[in-house]
Nanobody
């Protein structure tokens, strides 16, 4: 059974930083892409950042470009999200997700992901 576990969320003031971690486990787990999504109350789940292991290519939503950095270690099944210059609008539950295949048109499409973590709350106060 594949399991993704996020950690590192919390409460931070605007302008502060947080680092989220995602640990993947399971004998059958392998991924082409690992990503972070977030969901704020009353809003749809949205793509934040992704990393494609082949070539170590990263992708970002426009709203976090230049402030967030995704990284990871495929061999260790770990993915991180460094979040700097946080804003109140970044407040959400952040989810780690993995998928076995990559396509250029769907890497930001939540239903295309095979595995999800339980989420970790990030709250940014103004």
């Amino acid at each position: 059974q594949v399991r993704l576990v996020e950690s590192g969320g919390g409460l931070v003031q605007a302008g502060g930083s947080l680092r989220l971690s995602c640990a993947a486990s399971g004998r059958t787990f392998s991924s082409a892409v690992m990503s972070w999504f977030r969901q704020a109350p009353g809003k749809e789940r949205e793509f934040v950042a992704g990393i494609r292991w082949t070539g170590v290519i990263t992708y970002y939503a426009d709203s976090v470009q230049g402030r967030f950095t995704i990284s990871g270690d495929n061999a260790k099944n770990m993915v991180y999200l460094q979040m700097n210059s946080l804003k109140p609008e970044d407040t959400a539950v952040y989810y780690c997700a993995g998928r076995r295949t990559y396509t250029a048109t769907t890497y930001a499409y939540a239903p295309a992901y095979d595995h999800w973590g339980q989420g970790t709350q990030v709250t940014v106060s103004s």
